[in-house]
């Protein structure tokens, strides 16, 4: 997802939840679909590296203070401090560049639809990984359908002529495999520990790793920014990225995988929305039927809709 955090390996538990849990989780697709314009807003004043390094610093700092206000317990010992940094990389550091390199080539809708495979490649390398997360057939065809929606939206000749546009839509579908690869990690080796502490963590060791290649690439971060690029920044790390983490375990607990997975679904139309309203952006039918069938794969995936079941005698 576009804030870093995965959903659980498994997106099958639906539970029924109440009309606040519903507000949060539509709070939280709005949330979410705002920051691709807030990406591509920043981008015009601040290169890539240097805008991820804002957006994990600032949203890293504000959840320590959290942690400080709560009084939660911080881990000291070497295993999950290197678990929290791969964490970083592979949730934070990677994707993040990822996407908002793509952004500078790709509309910023676009974008968040490629965004919203993440599921997809989730269910596939936990199959590879957990025994209790094998391909059912509802899986298989959910991810099919899903995978056939991306191939829509970007068209088939993305994977045949490497131009600035295709490359910038396979940066961005990396970027979703980083997010798969990150959740199977955090499930491995972050158990037990909690959210506000891993998140803050990963975003420290995302911050710790991204600031030398940051200043060696692009050199040391100017402060001199306009008002728009600053309140960009400020909404993809304090709003998107560290209020985003707290509300996302509050609709968790709530509503549980499965329905948490609709915000997947609410990201892009918001995405879409926004970057017509204020960056005179326009998708092609392609991208929109695309999306469409990207719905449907991610709606089967966690259960919304079955195809030709038949109840058990």
């Known amino acids: 997802l576009s804030g870093g955090m995965t959903h659980p390996s ?14 949060d989780l539509g709070l939280l697709g709005l949330i979410w679909g705002g920051v691709f314009l807030a990406t591509r807003l920043a981008l015009d004043e601040v290169p890539v590296l240097t805008l991820v390094l804002h957006r994990v610093f600032w949203a890293a700092l504000a959840l320590w203070i959290w942690v400080a206000i709560k009084g939660l317990s911080v881990p000291r010992d070497l295993r999950t401090l290197g678990a929290l940094l791969t964490m970083g990389f592979l949730n934070n550091a990677l994707p993040f560049a990822l996407l908002a390199w793509g952004q500078l080539t790709i509309e910023s809708g676009l974008t968040a639809i490629l965004n919203a495979t993440t599921a997809l490649f989730g269910v596939l390398v936990a199959a590879v990984v957990f025994r209790d997360e094998r391909l059912t ?5 959910g991810v099919l359908v899903g995978l056939a929606g991306v191939v829509v939206a970007i068209g088939p000749a993305a994977v045949l002529q490497l131009d600035p546009r295709s490359l910038a839509q396979l940066a961005v579908l990396a970027g979703t495999v980083s997010y798969a690869l990150a959740s199977t990690w955090g499930r491995l080796t972050l158990t037990g520990l909690s959210p506000e502490v891993a998140a803050a963590g990963m975003l420290t060791g995302a911050t710790l790793l991204l600031a ?27 709003v998107a990225t560290a209020g985003a983490y707290l509300l996302y375990y509050r609709v968790l607990a709530a509503a549980g995988a499965g329905n948490l997975m609709i ?15 204020v960056l005179g952006e326009t998708l092609t039918a392609e991208s929109l039927v695309g999306f469409a069938l990207l719905a449907v794969g991610l709606l089967t995936l966690n259960g919304t809709l079955s195809w030709g079941r038949r109840s058990a005698r």
């Open 263 to 277: 915000v997947t679904l609410v990201i892009p139309p918001v995405a879409i929305v926004l970057g017509a309203l």
């Open 137 to 141: 057939r509802a899986k298989v065809l």
């Open 212 to 238: 030398p290649v940051a200043l060696w690439v692009d050199g040391v971060p100017s402060l001199d920014l306009s008002l728009t690029t600053w309140s960009a920044i400020g909404y993809a790390a304090l």
């Open 10 to 23: 498994t997106p099958t538990d639906q539970i029924s939840f109440s009309s606040r849990a519903w507000a």
